[in-house]
């Protein structure tokens, strides 16, 4: 009987259709958890007279404490792999997003970790009574090359300027070198590229497309120089266009093989740019003061053969998938240089990946960055103070064998801790390189970049430097680079006090807008107002905004000077006028308000003097800081700091209130500021024509011709809008 009594108890879990019976555990949604341990007493749970559930025997703290575990476990898995998850998260990190990220990051055991972490770029166990060798490396680099956010903002800083240039130029600009990387080390030039669309380089002839509208080329590539290429002319579209080049053709017969060849096309590009005057050197044209290198290459649509198995070479975790997909949908450049090696190389065009070079550094996490300026300031301060092994290694090295580095090891390993480790792998990365007098391509390994650099003859010099450097270990590293001095290390304010100044210098040093060598149209600088609206908008440093509000009121003035003269202009053009100057001046508070603006001005032209801040890319370098220092401060938005750090001219508010006395006073003011040494040859010819205007306001249509004319023939620079004046100044 006790069994069928069993049975039928049992039986009791479903009902006679055979159907289950639903469990508590079901209706509720409860589901059962794994419990690794001992516990004295089941959980149970069971339905309460009011419909609701009651759980005994603390399941449910069992539950919490289980989730704490788990939870505590995660966050060691996740610092563990911090820069894995950073990398998988933020590929590029010269992105707004990761510059917010750094902005707003936190630390959950030190608090406020935003001036101690984001902006110093340690951690804040690095500041303490008893600062270890290699923390004090850190902490010094960081003083030097800056924080993890000065890097980033400067890096940005470049790609909105791109952006906004490229937006109405008929020529991509590229930002490239060290400056644009991340490095604004004393004595960085300033290396610009402009990719030609005169020219289409194609992989294949049957790819031609019509109709044409370019000289179409494809590469040839070379066993012997597998970093250089020649490019065959396979259709044309204008024979008036750049001269080509017959090769290797026997005498008195011609095989119709038709190549460009780089002295043709850097000649046609000399005279396309007329007022670009300086050095030549190579493929670039440099400033009187060699500070500005600019580059002209085209751009090839396809990657060359020879860099194919890059793509897909076997590599850690860097560099990401996302930055790889990038730069083999960018492909690469060709620039207009032929290699060291032989004489005659006008056909030959290096192979160049100045972009995907940039994006694989943007990529770089902060450790990685502070290993590269290490490199740099090792090269600067050791290895070239050696006359001997001076000019032996150039920048170029360091930033391959970091990538070769980077992409052989595991990208935890680049964590400040480990700072003076990574940067000994890419040492004897070098010194390996160095020995063997052969440094590979990271792109084309088969091309030795040390070819007609480093030999068997010069190379033990040089491996002597290195050696020792590697002997000389973290203390001599850092008697070699940061010199002993009785000063400690400076307090977090005080860097962050100074790295908005270093900023700024970088800022006027390069140009946000700059006059353009070839002829724009009104259309194509509205592309570039409404591309500086939305980067307004989308950002979010205020730095960066601050720098695209700049960038339109600079716009705004190239639309002025493309606009019709005075003279001729309607009323649509006056409302264009009109609308351009509120935007540029900013009078949408104080429109008509002239005295309390000569109020502003006299109170900064009393504070004048010849160090006072000038934007021009040479003479920023000469101007010390401290006097920039005194006039403005970290909380001053950048138009502030250029209305109270630059030279306004008070003569048209008296213009417009008929205070005659005071205009001609004015006007004698602003004749001696131009006419004298203050200013250089980039801001010469502008202020020159400023001046004409007021000239010619003020009825002295001489004197404003005389201006125009000077403008007109400055060098570096001349203002697009001289010659138009001086042409219109007579006419009735």
Known sequence: MNGTSRNQDNSGDENHFALKKNT???I???????????????????????????????????????????????????????????NLRYPDKSSNAYLEYLDNCTDSNEGNSKTLRCQLGVDVTLISSKITRGKKTCMKLVKTIGTEIDIRTRQRLFIIQDMIVNACSTETK?????????????????????????????????????PIHNDIFVMETSIDYPGFTRLRLVARHDKKSIDLTCFDCPPGSCTGKYYIGINSFLDSYRQWFP?????????????????????????????????IPWAFRHRLQWPPNFVIERIINYRCLLVPIGPKTI????????????????????????????????????LKRIVNTNDDAKDLLCSYFLKTALFWVSEEVDIDTFQLTKLYYCFSLRLDKLISWVNTCYCPNYFIPEHSMFLGKINQTNNTVLLHVLESIQCGEIDGLLNNLFP??????????????????????????????????????????????????????????????????MSYNSVCQAIANLLPTPNTMDNNIRKCYHTLFKSIIKTDAVLGQFNVTLGITDYVLSRWSPYMMLIDSEVINDIPEINYRQNVHSS????????????PLRFLCYHHLG??????????????????????????SNALTILGVCCEISGDKDMAYQCYDEAMQCDEYVCPSAETRRSKLFEI
Not at 344 to 371: G, P, Y
Not at 659 to 684: E, F, H, P
């Open 28 to 86: 509720y949604g409860v589901k059962r958890f794994p419990y690794r341990g001992q516990r004295k007493y089941s959980p149970l749970l069971y339905q309460s007279y009011d419909g609701g559930m009651i759980i005994q025997n603390d399941v449910f703290g069992l539950t919490i404490r289980q989730f704490e575990r788990l939870y505590k476990a995660c966050l060691e898995r996740r610092k563990t792999n911090e820069q894995w998850i950073l």
């Open 24 to 26: 508590y555990w079901e």
């Open 275 to 307: 007022n670009i005057k300086g050095v030549i050197h190579g493929p670039c044209i440099s400033n009187e003061k060699q500070t500005i290198d600019v580059t002209f290459c085209l751009h090839s649509t396809y990657l060359p053969d020879n860099a």
């Open 636 to 647: 001053m938005t950048l138009n502030e700091k250029l209305t109270i750090a630059t030279c």
């Open 659 to 684: 205070d005659i006395s005071n205009r001609r006073q004015a006007l004698r003011d602003l004749c001696l500021t131009v006419k004298g040494d203050y200013l250089s040859v980039n801001t010469k």
């Open 174 to 210: 590229i930002s490239s070198g060290s400056l644009a990387e991340e490095l604004d080390l004393p004595g960085s030039d300033m290396d610009i590229m402009f990719v030609s669309n005169a020219a289409d380089v194609i992989q294949n002839e049957r790819n031609i497309k019509h």
């Open 343 to 378: 004489p005659n190389s006008n056909i030959l065009w290096r192979l160049s990946f100045s972009v995907a070079e940039k994006l694989l550094v943007h990529s770089f996490n902060f450790t990685q960055l502070l290993c590269y300026g290490l490199l740099k300031l090792s």
């Open 484 to 549: 002993p001095d009785n000063e400690n290390l400076r307090l977090l304010g005080t860097h962050s006090e100074s790295s908005f100044i270093l900023l700024d210098f970088l800022l006027y040093r390069s140009e946000c807008f700059p006059a353009d060598k070839t002829q724009r149209v009104i259309s194509s600088c509205y592309k570039a107002l409404s591309c500086c609206k939305s980067l307004v908008k989308s950002e979010s440093s205020s730095f960066i905004i601050d720098v695209c509000k």
